[in-house]
């Protein structure tokens, strides 16, 4: 398989397990735009070009931590708390891997909690599937650091706003089905059904690689 996730091998060499490739958890918004597009990007990696939106946004983040260092925490609902930035995350459970922006931690002993920030260059309401990868931050953040992460935040950089959300076990479970399913897609290594809005086509990267959505 031409898959370009992580191989897990500090975990195999640990025996935590087995040899395996993970899941980018930023992948479900791929998924949740139009599965084909995350089929290209494993099992043909290679192809997607850096486009200036993505430039403009690993710039746009950059000053937002930055100005977050000010920034007071009681936006998230938290009063005192360590900020941890681009938190890198593995877990064998869900084998998948995240960088999360930013982590508070706060509280002491059996009152510690987590909460994963994920900032984001929109100025819509956040959709499902950034929902989605919060909860998997979430799950990810409390297998490695042991502590509940009860609620995540989706910053929305041009809004300066923070959109609070709970990581119930709905949201969770639906979390770890799309993760499942991105890992079937790309295990099978079949190229799936093209998204049925086609109109996402119109400006996507990989039309010159989709010859029956014209
Ligand atoms: S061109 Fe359309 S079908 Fe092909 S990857 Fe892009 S969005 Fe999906």
């Known amino acids: 398989m031409a898959a370009t996730g992580e191989r897990i091998a500090d975990l195999v060499a640990d025996g935590v397990a087995e040899p395996a ?17 995350v089929y290209y990007e494993y099992c043909l990696p290679g192809l997607r070009p850096v486009t ?3 430039t403009r946004g690993i710039d746009m983040q950059e000053e937002t931590e930055r ?15 360590i900020r941890h930035f681009n938190v890198a995350l593995t877990s064998a459970r869900l084998q998948c891997t995240a960088q999360v922006d930013l982590v508070v931690e706060s509280g002491e002993g059996a009152a510690r909690t987590l909460l994963p920030v994920d900032f984001k260059l929109s100025r819509h309401e956040p959709g499902r599937h950034f929902m ?6 979430g799950m990810m953040l409390e297998e490695a650091w042991g502590a509940p992460a009860p609620e995540g935040v989706i910053y929305l950089i041009p809004l300066k706003r923070a959109v609070r959300v709970a990581l119930d076990k709905r ?5 770890e089905r799309t993760v499942a399913a991105i890992r079937t897609l790309v295990t099978r290594e079949q190229m799936p059904a093209p998204t049925a809005q086609r109109s996402r086509c119109v400006d996507c ?10």
């Open 21 to 37: 490739w993970l899941v980018r958890v930023t992948d479900i918004k791929q998924y949740a735009y139009c599965a084909r597009v």
């Open 52 to 54: 200036f939106k993505m």
């Open 67 to 81: 100005l977050e260092k000010r920034r007071s925490l009681q936006e998230y609902g938290v009063a005192e708390g």
């Open 132 to 137: 989605l990868q919060l909860a998997c931050y």
């Open 171 to 175: 949201l969770r479970r639906e979390a």
């Open 205 to 214: 990267e990989f039309r010159r690689f989709c010859n029956d959505t014209l």
